[in-house]
């Protein structure tokens, strides 16, 4: 459904991706691990059309999206729900949801799925009226997951979405996704915690310094291997 | 030379020294609206020095440098903990409320026959010191620029030093800064002090070269425009905010060049000059390069003569 | 007694032209993260506009409010594309500065195009004072506060109730979250900075009609008024600029009242500073900014 091919983003001068190519596979759970720096990150704001790729490839179903604004992104059915979650402080959980559905003209439908997130998310029907910043980091999260299905994805990109939070909550977040993929929606998922990740993903890939270094299936044999790798780079695993 | 120059050339001299003051600011990170107001102070106070307290010049400059320094010190003891545009306000409505001060501020004395001192918005008239000593305008112009020199020195030496990078490292990014063990607020500080001491410095030239003064002088475009002189000189040296003052007043206001449309012109060249180097000619790339090439230059001479003075073997 | 209730009264009414202007500003700044010195130029020029075909075709006072507000989101245009468009994230001081050499333009070209210092502008409404009890009411005056008071009424409703005003509204709180919902930053960004230059506008033509005069000094006056009403209200507030407004004109006719003119200006100049130093987030911002940077420590 996803598919990036040999994509280089850069900093300025300072290339963060070097050719970076992996797919994303319809109805799917698709995970990306990888140390601190690695570039996921900036592969997803490359994917979501927040930054421009040097060069490369970027299809959703078949279709080039590499350059599109990410107006243009979101409106073809792709959400980001970014690291550190980026709600929209100042503003009230339900104005929340109603920015989630910016590209969205059916007043009608956008209501409904509003009701719809807070039957998924009790909490955030209990503090539709507080601010978003003054949410707790669980809380957030949600909004932000909730925030980014308000768009009517097909396609959900999560980084990190259990940075920070309590075990309990991550728990929370893991069964989220579960259930997300559950109802259809394709999942490309950034994570720290390999171990939480690796349960759920159909198919992951490692990356590292740029590029993508492994890619398979996760299986018992190789998880160890790979969650090292994932947390302490190539070198310091081997040695 | 003829008197026009020279009256242009020391113009261009003092201000700027108030261009430089709001240039130590910016690399300290903070935007003053406000430096005007210490210039304000300077003149006032040297000329309250010269001409009704009949001190000699260097004392009332040395009170001129005081008087900024002390004021800049205090307004930056309540307004440094701010940042962006809430510092840049701040400084601004102590300008403002300086320049109205000063409206409202009259004491004169009697000296020889007649009274002389500030007088409202009326201005501070007769401050003669030049002619009354004899100085001509040439030699006052030589003063200025060796006043000016021996700041540009200091400001060079300074950017080469632990202080300069402290300095700018709090400049770019306190965050960061604080976290290398540098006290910021103290660090800016101490360079808003410097800055109203420049400003004062310039100040008391300032007056001295007009003879005469008045709060109107001070307002808010001369203190944009100092903040404007570094942006378009250039914020990677010290001579980018004299550069700044060089085009303005020296290329455009004086020579006659689009009268008439000269704001129009300059308004448009400044805006297009920015939009391609948002950090003026002489930024820190241009800087780099000059220096490099410079110290290129100097290496092949150095190699061509083995006998160079500076190369003790 | 009887005269701090009436100087109170005036001094909502000339406020409600602070607050416009105050809101124009906000509405920049508030989206943009940049200062726009050009705002009040930008606002005399269309304020020259009208006053030029004013007294060249003799057109009534309508079709010269209109073309106030037309000239001034044709100049806020100008400014958009020279001194905001072309700079990136980061250069905020070169952007301001760069409105800054703009105003300069705009106050060159308006001494141009009408050479006298002082220029006669059509008022808006003539007439008695009305009187109720001890208390008296401008006409002109009445009528910038219901002018200025609907305004700000549509613009809420523009803000809440349309999509480009949910779009200003997700800028305004956080600008990549505002990409990543979908928002076309640089298309809307440039519709507010036009909207904010048009009710720059409108307080202009309202406070011109009620001084019936304008001169190129308008453009510094409106800068700073706007820059004071909106940093005492609040950075970036929508009605912290609206409070900031109407607490700057009470402010300004006591102080008048009491002290006279010279020390009116002081004394504004002193309150912002006291706020400043005080309350660095402004009256109704302080809350806010403590927040953000609560919500920013966390993430
Ligand atoms: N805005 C930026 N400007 C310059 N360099 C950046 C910027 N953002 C990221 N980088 C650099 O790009 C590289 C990749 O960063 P990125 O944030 O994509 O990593 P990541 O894999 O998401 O790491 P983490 O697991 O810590 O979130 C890093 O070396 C980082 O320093
Ligand atoms: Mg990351």
Redesign the interface.
């Known amino acids: 459904m996803l598919q990036v091919s040999d994509v280089e983003t850069a900093y300025g001068k300072i290339k963060a991706l070097k050719g970076v190519s992996l797919s994303a596979a319809k109805g799917r759970i698709t995970c990306l691990l990888g140390p601190n720096g690695a570039g996921k990150t900036t592969l997803m704001y490359t994917i979501?059309g927040?930054l421009r790729p040097l060069r490369g490839s970027i299809r959703l179903d078949g279709q080039e999206i590499a350059g599109l604004?990410?107006?243009a992104?979101?409106?073809r059915g792709l959400?980001?729900v970014?690291e550190?979650?980026?709600?929209?402080?100042?503003?009230s959980v339900k104005?929340n949801l109603?920015?989630?559905a910016?590209?969205r003209?059916d007043a009608a439908g956008i209501a409904e799925d509003i009701a719809r997130m807070y039957a998924r998310f009790p909490r955030l029907q209990e503090r539709r009226e507080q601010?978003a910043?003054?949410l707790s980091?669980g809380e957030q999260q949600m909004l932000a997951v909730a925030?980014?299905l308000m768009?009517r994805p097909r396609i959900l990109l999560m980084d990190e979405p259990s940075l920070g939070l309590a075990p309990m909550i991550v728990e929370e977040v893991f069964s989220i996704i579960k259930s997300l993929n559950r109802d259809g929606v394709t999942i490309f998922l950034v994570e720290q915690n390999a171990h939480m990740a690796l349960g759920v993903a159909h198919h992951f890939y490692l990356m590292e310094q740029g590029r993508v270094t492994f890619s398979g299936e996760p299986g018992k044999l190789a998880e160890d291997e790979v969650i090292q790798r994932a947390y302490l780079g190539t070198r310091r695993a081997s040695a | 030379m003829d008197d026009y120059l020279v009256s242009v050339l020391s113009n261009i001299g003092i201000i700027s020294f108030v261009a430089l003051s709001a240039y130590v600011l910016l690399l300290a990170g903070e935007v003053s609206f406000g430096q005007q107001a210490f210039f304000a102070l300077g003149a006032y106070a040297a000329g309250i020095a010269t001409a009704m307290l009949r001190w000699p010049l260097a004392l009332a400059l040395c009170l001129g440098v005081l008087v900024g320094a002390l004021a800049a010190a205090a307004v930056g003891r309540a307004t440094l903990r701010l940042s962006g545009l809430y510092f840049a306000m701040a400084t601004l409505a102590f300008a403002e409320m300086m320049r109205i001060g000063f409206e409202l501020f009259t004491w004169q004395v009697d000296v020889g026959g007649s009274l002389v001192g500030p007088n409202g918005p009326d201005g501070f008239g007769d401050i003669r010191y030049l002619f009354e000593n004899e100085i001509t305008p040439a030699q006052y112009m030589l003063v200025v620029y060796g006043l000016l020199a021996v700041v540009l020195a200091a400001l060079l030496v300074l950017d080469r030093s632990r202080w300069g990078r402290v300095l700018r490292q709090a400049g770019a990014d306190p965050v960061l800064a604080e976290l290398q063990g540098i006290r910021v607020v103290r660090v800016r500080l101490v360079a808003a002090a410097a800055a109203g001491a420049l400003a004062g410095l310039g100040g008391g030239l300032y007056a001295h070269l007009l003879t005469y003064v008045e709060p109107r002088n001070f307002d808010i475009m001369l203190g944009v425009h100092s903040l404007a002189y570094g942006l378009i000189g250039g914020l990677g040296t010290a001579f980018g905010p004299v550069l700044g003052v060089l085009i303005d007043i020296g290329l455009l206001e004086s020579s006659r060049l689009f009268q008439g449309y000269r704001m129009i012109a300059f308004g448009g060249l400044v805006a297009v000059l920015l939009i391609a180097r948002p950090r003026g000619l002489l930024d820190e790339r241009a800087v780099h390069w000059i220096s490099s090439r410079a110290k290129g230059l100097f290496d092949a001479l150095a190699a061509r003569r083995l006998d160079h003075p500076f190369r003790r073997r | 007694m009887i005269d701090i209730i009436q100087n109170t009264v005036d001094g909502v009414m000339i406020g409600s032209s602070y607050a416009l202007l105050a809101l124009g500003f906000t509405l920049i700044f508030g989206t943009m993260r940049r200062l726009n010195l050009a705002y009040g130029p930008t606002i005399m020029a269309g304020a020259y506009l009208g006053t030029y075909a004013f007294l060249a075709l003799d057109i009534g006072v309508l079709p010269v409010a209109l073309l106030v507000v037309a000239g001034a989101a044709v100049a806020g245009l100008y400014v958009e594309r020279l001194c905001f468009r072309p700079f990136g994230e980061g250069a905020a001081i070169a952007s301001m500065i760069s409105s800054f050499a703009v105003w300069m333009q705009i106050e060159e070209a308006a001494s141009l195009a009408l050479p006298h210092h002082l220029n006669a502008f059509p008022r808006l409404v003539s007439g008695q004072p009305i009187t109720v009890g001890p208390f008296f009411f401008r006409l002109d005056h009445l009528a910038m506060l219901a002018v200025a008071a609907a305004a700000a009424a549509l613009v809420h409703v523009v803000l809440h109730r349309t999509r480009f005003g949910l779009g200003v509204r997700t800028l305004i709180d956080h600008r990549r979250a505002a990409e990543l919902v979908g928002v076309p930053v640089t298309h809307t960004l440039t519709l507010a900075f036009l909207l904010a230059c048009a009710i720059g506008g409108l307080a202009g033509f309202l406070i011109a009609a009620s001084e019936a005069q304008i001169t190129p000094m308008f453009g510094m006056w409106a800068t700073t008024k706007g820059l004071i009403a909106m940093m005492i209200g609040g950075l970036g507030s929508v009605p912290g600029a609206i409070m900031g407004g109407l607490a700057l004109g009470v402010i300004e006719a006591q102080a008048q009242w009491l002290f006279g003119p010279q020390v009116r200006d002081l004394i504004a100049w002193g309150v912002l500073f006291a706020v400043l130093a005080l309350w660095p987030g402004g009256l109704l911002g302080g809350r806010q900014v403590a927040e953000q940077q609560a919500v920013q420590r966390r993430v």
């Open positions: 979501a927040i604004t990410s107006a992104i979101v409106s959400a980001l970014p550190n979650r980026l709600v929209f402080p100042q503003m104005e109603e920015a989630g910016y590209r003209k601010l910043g003054t980091g925030r980014a768009s």
